[in-house]
């Protein structure tokens, strides 16, 4: 047997040799200037891009077609994607308005559970001029539901409806442009757990047909435009058409206009601040910001915006893992190196990289402060109450990190 004893050979050669093309090009993108030239971030910047190749077919072919749905993990603490925040989870079902479908669940105690249908995804974002992010990004949320309004069975089971005629009190409905379900579990102490999910058609009565050759094709075209406009688009996109919330010109500070505050947003529960940071090996950033109510968090994110390990090092804080000072404020360090206070951001080496604050649940905002200090000058600028930690304490607070992230992701 050979190439061209069947039909499709040569097209399915062609289309696999542009996916080559395309993913060397992409590669190519990881010496781009926003990513500094230093030896982890050149390597950080090849791991984004490989953990992302690992998920591209899933989207493009595995779980592509709706009349079979499937839920798919974007982010995990090995592949991380569009800006993600370590104390989120993201799911994702490709489905349509044709459909009637049900999602079965049994309810965690995650402080934040958000159920999203995502409509058309438009090539110019409405009222904007903007360009839309690269797939699967870019698409108009429609409607969404939180966990506090779902109606639960006695044991904490509940089954949400998406599309047809209402079917009870947990209902979702769709328009012909819906294409996507979108979940988001937010996590606040390490002892909480997630909702555990599945979907299903409810019409679906015969096994999910094999990929023909055209299917196959269609799924490498889908997955090099994916990997290509990724490694275009992050960071670049949000540097450029993000109407000043992300401004990569201002430097360890936050720009004037610092909260995510559009409809949009409110459609996705949540508001949001950036700021881009640049420290030196010798300094420690200081973040500053007045305690509120609501339930926010901060993440570190790398040069592509992709989040830190938050598996193994303290990259990101939420209200019940902070220390606050006696005036209220939340004091965050951001360091390469551990400099025993305990609200500590590790930078892991990072020359440079991005930070978001999101608050969920709230639209209560904030002001920040930002403070750049030699390592050495922090015991003289942190109010002397700011809490310190010995080394074993360190070690247990990762290892409750690393336990708490396990659970959320593996049960």
């Known amino acids: 047997m050979a190439i061209g004893d069947c039909a499709d050979d040569q097209d399915l050669r062609a289309a696999w040799s542009v996916f080559c093309q395309q993913l060397q090009a992409a590669g190519d993108l990881t010496f781009k200037d926003h990513n ?42 090995s592949r991380k994607l569009g800006g993600d925040a370590a104390d989120l989870t993201y799911q994702q079902a490709w489905i349509d308005g044709e459909q009637v479908y049900k999602v079965s669940g ?6 934040f559970l958000n159920f999203t249908l995502q409509g058309q995804r438009p090539e110019i974002q409405p009222n904007t001029g903007w360009p839309s992010l ?11 539901l939180f966990g506090r309004d779902l109606q639960l069975n006695d044991d904490g089971s509940f089954v949400l409806f998406i599309g047809g005629e209402r079917q ?66 992050w960071p ?15 430097i360890n500070a936050f720009p004037p206009d610092q909260s995510a505050n559009t409809l949009d947003d409110k459609k996705r529960g949540r508001l949001a601040a950036h700021m881009c940071w640049a420290i030196a090996e010798d300094e420690a950033l200081i973040v500053e910001f007045d305690t509120h109510d609501g339930f926010w968090m901060v993440s570190l994110g790398g040069a592509f915006m992709n989040s830190m390990d938050f598996l193994y090092r303290p990259i990101s804080y939420t209200p019940a893992r902070t220390k606050v000072d006696s005036d209220n404020k939340v004091r ?40 750049l200090v030699k390592k050495s000058e922090l015991a003289s600028v942190l109010p002397v109450e700011s809490c310190v930690v010995s080394s074993t304490q360190r070690t247990e607070e990762l290892l409750a990190r690393f336990r708490g992230v396990q659970q959320r992701y593996f049960g």
């Open 36 to 77: 500094p030239a230093n030896a982890i971030q050149r390597a950080d910047a090849f791991r984004f891009l490989t953990q992302n190749l690992g998920q591209a077919f899933d989207l493009a072919l595995e779980t592509r077609d709706s009349k079979y749905p499937m839920l798919h993990a974007f982010c995990t603490p």
């Open 106 to 111: 049994q309810i965690g105690s995650a402080r």
């Open 134 to 144: 690269h797939e699967p990004f870019g698409d108009i949320p429609e409607v969404n």
């Open 332 to 371: 965050l360090i951001l360091s390469s190196t551990d400099p025993s206070y305990h609200n500590w951001l590790d930078t892991q080496g990072f020359a440079a990289g991005n930070l978001t604050y999101r608050n969920l649940l709230s639209q209560a905002t904030t002001t920040f402060a930002t403070k």
């Open 236 to 250: 670049d996109h949000p540097y450029q058409y993000s109407g000043g919330i992300v401004d990569p010109g201002c």
């Open 168 to 233: 009870g009190p947990n209902w979702l409905p769709t328009t012909s442009a819906t294409r996507k379900l979108f979940i988001r579990q937010g996590f606040d102490s390490w002892d909480e757990t997630p909702t555990t999910l599945s979907i299903e058609r409810l019409d679906m009565d015969a096994p999910r047909p094999l990929p023909t050759p055209q299917r196959m094709i269609e799924s490498m075209q889908w997955a090099g435009d994916f990997l290509s406009g990724m490694m275009r688009d």
